[in-house]
């Protein structure tokens, strides 16, 4: 409910932030860089479009500052931060609507360094998955037909390499370095077939395969009765064994 928390077992929880537009953040998307700094970007309705913030922490969530802030206008919310060990950057994920979709490239000042993409729907995501050579995401969008994309770093061009079953929120890498990611059923092209896909890659993540389903159930209108989604916790898991 836009309250960031912080908690010891002595003092119990402890207000330390309230956010200024929105209502939280996605899920589980907190990113922690090499030099300890928490951060993160909000996430919520934002229909007026006021500015959007990233906080960071550098005393493990004690306090908190504005790193940086879009303006108004620019981006609906922030879907997430992430390291890339590659670069030494952080990358944003925003969104929602054409023109929202960009990945914004900082410094580990958060002193912004580039804009990469057109604000269309290719370029909304909630994860990347990072490598030498390139970039991988997984399409977050309900308006049209959400593609694996590819982005090449040198020339910073992108190719759809093949389509998913729905909107893909969340993505995890396994310690046999597979990754499993999860679509979701919400509004759009998604309610043709009613299911949440649990995908697995193991070719670097350019080919998911489909290994469950999960089916929505027919509680509508789903504004009120929200999507279906699968989400993944933060640390280590096993192909074996994992939760999501």
Known sequence: ??????????????????????????????????????????????????????????????????????????????????????????????????????????????????????????????????QKDSIIWLMDSHIETSYVIKLIRKTEYIQALSPLPGPVWYCTRLLNGQYIAATTVEHGYSMKHKKAHLLISSDDAETWTSIKTFKKDYLYPLDFFKYGAIGFPIGQQKKENFIL
């Open 1 to 130: 409910r836009g309250i960031v928390y912080y908690f010891t077992k002595g003092i119990g929880l402890i207000e330390k932030l309230q956010l200024k537009n929105c209502r939280n953040l996605m899920h589980i998307d907190l990113c922690r860089l090499p030099n300890g700094v928490i951060c993160f970007g909000e996430y919520g309705n934002n229909k007026e479009r006021f500015t959007v913030p990233i906080y960071s922490s550098r005393d493990d969530g004690q306090n908190w500052e504005v790193a940086y802030e879009f303006p108004i206008g620019e981006i609906k919310h922030i879907h997430n931060l992430k390291y890339d060990n590659y670069t030494d950057t952080i990358w944003c994920c925003t969104g929602d609507l054409v023109g929202e979709c960009k990945l914004v490239v900082f410094d580990l000042q958060f002193n912004k360094l580039k804009v990469i993409g057109d604000g269309s729907q290719n370029y909304r995501t909630c994860d990347l998955i990072f």
